[in-house]
Structure formats: structure tokens, C-alpha cells
């Protein structure tokens, strides 16, 4: 079966009415989370996990997708109009696309905002369409051994694109694990962590953990910091760009997308890093790069473009090898579990239909966007007058009836309630969660392929050097460990995440 085969059986499941409608609420409920200051997919993508139980798997992920990269473009919305990033990937937007709307050309950089995305988000589709199966073929060769070392790959460089300390990363990894060791050995029956307490037999919910340290958690940092958010801009027009604009814009969407595609495959990459190091290139080589800051409109063309891109191509990993790259594929993760569907190269020859449908829904979502995005802006304009004090306690009393639909017990409300309390902590000390989350939804499974990997072996460990590809994954965890651990490397990192 050729691509072209394949993303029309993608397109006959993507088109359906009830898939098209999920689509559409998700591009939606992304745009809207994104637009409001504080609420990112991460959280809310936790906070919907339980109500996709109830749908057919490919309407919940198209959903989630859905929410994921129309954050993306929501975010802009803010960042430009009351220079406040509605979403972490459109902290460099706020820059320049704030300035251009102080000097009356705020529908510009929206447009600009929105044709960039939308231009980036197509392209980084058919990459995906593309990519995604040749890699999957290489990944059914994987045996144990080399899923441990990419895993050991995975979280490592999850560990070094973290911001803040490396020490403190790593310590988020090791509790992640150790958070997924909780319950009931399946080989041994040894109980593990679980002080008595029958309800962890099971282990930890991973919905409800979610849920409680980036979801009730974002709510408690949000209310703290709670501010005054005023828009200076009360009508945007000239949504139209102009020759010129478009002359401007032309290399830095290009550059913008391939770099975003190409970081978005990473661990540990995604839509944020992408959007940083799109600004980071144009600024110095832009031929206008002196008006970087006043209101350029390159500034906003090259990470608009990079964020989305990025957020497309941050699901090859997850779709071929079954490896979450960052919080937000985690959660997928954790979505297509629930949904019985185990995540890894399998899903592209047992789950055909679900696949090429989720690669074609990001292409209709993408085009959604553009259309929620530009028409509607006075909706979401008005949407930023919603008070947070108004808006959160209604999300937290969802949160909880979401947490006890998991499994019908208030054990899981209880879980949520305690790990939010952990978050806030851990965000007071500068701790980052993502990975975490990486290490919880990864522990088991690098658990799992160590033991069959030293059942094979008989107990050699040599095992994970005798394969070329394992002795390959484990350099280069080695390599990346060491370059981010050499003092000139780590300098130039605190650096970079500090500006």
C-alpha cells in the first residue's frame, strides 16, 4: 500500500462527521486554553484524559492532537495583543509581535501568526506521512535491548533540555521512575511502595497524577500571580498582508519550519525549543535585524512557524517508536493505553485507520485553525476579560468529577490533590516536572525491556554493547551526558534558558 493509499484510508477516518466534530473541539478547546494565560495543553490535555474513555479511540486522540497544536496558535493570539504568552512557545512572539501592535499593526502579525502556523503545520504533516513509516520499519527490528537504550537515550536528552539545573533534572527523573515502580510486581507478585495501601496495588493512576501536578498545579501558580490583563487593542484590523509583508516573511517561515521539524523530533524538543532557537536564527541573520524588538515582522513569522511545526513532528517518536519526547506525547501516551492500544511501531500495521486518520486530522485541524483564528479574534479578545477567580474553581471542581470517573473512587481525587500539593512544591524550588512525567510513563516500560533483555541474555549484560544499534544508542546517551556535563556546554545551556 503506497502513501497515497494510506492517507486516503487516513482521510475516510479523519472526514467522518463525528471525527471532524472532535477535531473542531479540540482545535477549540487548544485555541481557547492558549489564549488564556496559564492554562497550557500540558494541563488541560491531563484534565481531559477521563472523558475520552467513553470515545472511539481515533475521535479521543484527534481531539487531543487537536488541543496540542491549536494552543500553538492560540498563544500568539495574546502574546501579541497584551504581550502576555498565552503558551510557553509564544514567549518570543510577545517581543516583537507586542511592538507591532502598539505601532496599529496588530492584524498583521496575527495573520502573519496564523499563515505561518498554518504553512509550517502542513508541511510538518506530510514529514510526518513521509518519515513516519520507514521509521517504524527500522523500529520493528527492535528487540529489548535496544528499546532500554533508546529509553536511556530518550531521558537523558529529556534531562539535558530541561531548563534550570541539571542535578535537579535528573532528580525528577529518578523520582518519575521511582513513582512508576509503585503497586504490583507482574513477575513477581512482590509489592512494592504501596504502604498498605490496597487502592496502590495497581500503582499510581497516571491520569490522576497528571492531572494534580500539571493541571490543579498550573491553577495554584496562576491564582498567585494573578494580574490585571488589559488589551490595548479593542478592534484588530488589517488582517491583510501586504506585498511587501509578504516578501519579508517568505525565508523566515521556510527557516522557521525546517528547523522546527527537525527539533521537533527530539526528546525533550518540541514546540517550545523550536519557537527559541527560530528567533534565536533569524536574529542574526536577518537583513532587518536591527528592528528586532520594535516590532519586526520577521520575529514573528520565524517561531510562529517553528512552534507549530514542532508540535506536529514531536509525534514521530511517539507514533513509530512508542517513545514520548516531551509531557505533552506522554500524556498521548498515556491516552492510547487507556484506550487499549499499546503505543510503538505496531500501531501503523494493527491500527492503520487510526493512524493515517490522526496524520490527516492535523492537516483539517491546521486549516480550522486558520479559520477559528483570524474571523474570530474580537471572541477571543473578549475571552481574556474572564477573571481567573471566576474561571478556575469551575476547573477544578472538573478536574475532580474527572478524577473519580477514572476508576469510581475518591482515592484518585485524594492522588490528584496530593501530587498538585507536590507540583506547587516542586515549582517553588525551581524543580521542572516534564521529566517527571517522562520518567513515570517511561519506567515501566524500560523496566519491562531490561528484564527481557537479561531473560534472553541469561544474565549477561553485555548484551545492550553486542547489538550495533543498542551500542549506537547508548554513545550517543553517553555523548549528549557528557557534552551537557562539560562546564563550557553547560554555561552556554544556563545561558540560553536565562535569556
Not at 51 to 68: D, H, K, N, R, V
Not at 99 to 116: D, F, H, K, P, S
Not at 369 to 380: A, C, E, H, M
Not at 451 to 458: G, H, P, T, V
Amino acid at each position: 500500500m503506497d502513501i497515497f493509499s494510506d492517507l486516503l484510508l487516513g482521510a475516510a477516518t479523519a472526514f467522518q462527521p463525528v471525527n471532524l466534530l472532535y477535531g473542531f473541539i479540540g482545535c477549540l478547546l487548544g485555541t481557547a486554553i492558549g489564549v488564556l494565560p496559564g492554562l497550557g495543553p500540558t494541563a488541560t490535555i491531563a484534565m481531559l484524559l477521563p472523558i475520552t474513555f467513553g470515545l472511539q479511540p481515533e475521535s479521543a486522540l484527534i481531539m487531543l492532537a487537536g488541543i496540542f497544536y491549536g494552543a500553538q496558535y492560540g498563544g500568539s493570539t495574546t502574546a501579541i495583543l497584551i504581550n502576555l504568552p498565552g503558551e510557553s512557545s509564544s514567549v518570543v512572539t510577545a517581543i516583537d509581535g507586542y511592538q507591532m501592535a502598539r505601532n496599529g499593526r496588530a492584524g498583521a502579525a496575527l495573520a502573519t501568526a496564523a499563515l505561518g502556523s498554518f504553512f509550517a503545520g502542513t508541511v510538518a504533516t506530510l514529514l510526518l506521512a513521509v518519515a513516519a513509516p520507514p521509521l517504524a520499519a527500522v523500529a520493528l527490528k527492535f528487540g529489548p535491548a535496544e528499546y532500554f537504550s533508546l529509553m536511556i537515550l530518550g531521558l537523558v536528552a529529556s534531562v539535558a533540555l530541561a531548563s534550570g539545573s541539571l542535578l535537579k533534572a535528573f532528580a525528577m527523573i529518578i523520582f518519575g521512575l521511582l513513582l512508576g515502580s509503585v503497586g504490583t510486581d507482574v513477575e513477581s507478585g512482590m509489592q512494592r511502595y504501596i504502604f498498605g495501601i490496597p487502592e496502590l496495588y495497581d500503582g499510581l493512576n497516571f491520569v490522576a497524577v497528571s492531572m494534580g501536578i500539571f493541571g490543579i498545579c498550573e491553577i495554584l501558580r496562576n491564582l498567585e500571580n494573578e494580574h490585571e490583563r488589559s488589551v490595548g487593542v479593542k478592534k484588530v484590523t488589517g488582517l491583510m498582508l501586504t506585498r511587501d509583508d509578504f516578501r519579508r516573511i517568505r525565508g523566515p517561515v521556510l527557516r522557521g519550519t525546517a528547523l522546527g521539524s527537525f527539533l521537533g523530533v527530539l526528546p525533550g524538543g518540541g514546540a517550545m525549543l523550536s519557537s527559541f532557537a527560530a528567533y534565536a536564527l533569524e536574529k542574526r541573520i536577518s537583513p532587518n535585524r536591527a528592528e528586532f524588538g520594535k516590532g519586526a515582522i520577521e520575529a514573528v513569522a520565524a517561531p510562529e512557524s517553528a512552534n507549530n511545526a514542532g508540535a506536529q513532528t514531536s509525534f514521530i517518536p511517539m507514533l513509530t517508536l512508542g517513545i514520548p519526547g516531551n509531557p505533552v506525547m506522554a500524556l498521548m501516551v498515556g491516552a492510547m493505553i487507556i484506550q487499549g492500544i499499546t503505543p510503538g511501531p505496531n500501531v501503523i500495521s494493527e491500527e492503520p485507520e487510526l493512524f493515517w486518520g490522526m496524520i490527516v486530522s492535523m492537516w483539517s485541524g491546521n486549516l480550522m485553525l486558520v479559520v477559528l483564528n483570524l474571523p474570530l479574534i474580537g471572541l477571543w479578545v473578549r475571552m481574556l476579560a474572564i477573571p481567573y477567580h471566576l474561571l478556575f474553581p469551575a476547573i477544578i471542581g472538573f478536574c475532580c468529577i474527572g478524577a473519580y470517573s477514572i476508576n469510581n473512587s475518591a482515592f484518585d481525587i485524594f492522588i490528584m490533590a496530593g501530587f498538585s500539593a507536590v507540583g506547587f512544591a516542586l515549582s517553588k524550588l525551581h524543580f521542572e516536572p516534564a521529566p517527571l512525567l517522562l520518567g513515570f510513563i517511561l519506567g515501566p516500560m524500560l523496566e519491562e525491556n531490561l528484564r527481557r533483555a537479561m531473560l534472553i541474555s541469561q544474565g549477561d549484560p553485555t548484551i545492550f554493547v553486542r547489538s550495533p544499534l543498542s551500542l549506537l544508542l547508548l554513545g550517543v546517551a553517553v555523548v549528549v551526558l557528557g557534552l551537557v556535563l562539560a562546564p563550557s556546554i553547560s554555561r552556554k545551556r544556563d545561558e540560553a534558558f536565562t535569556e
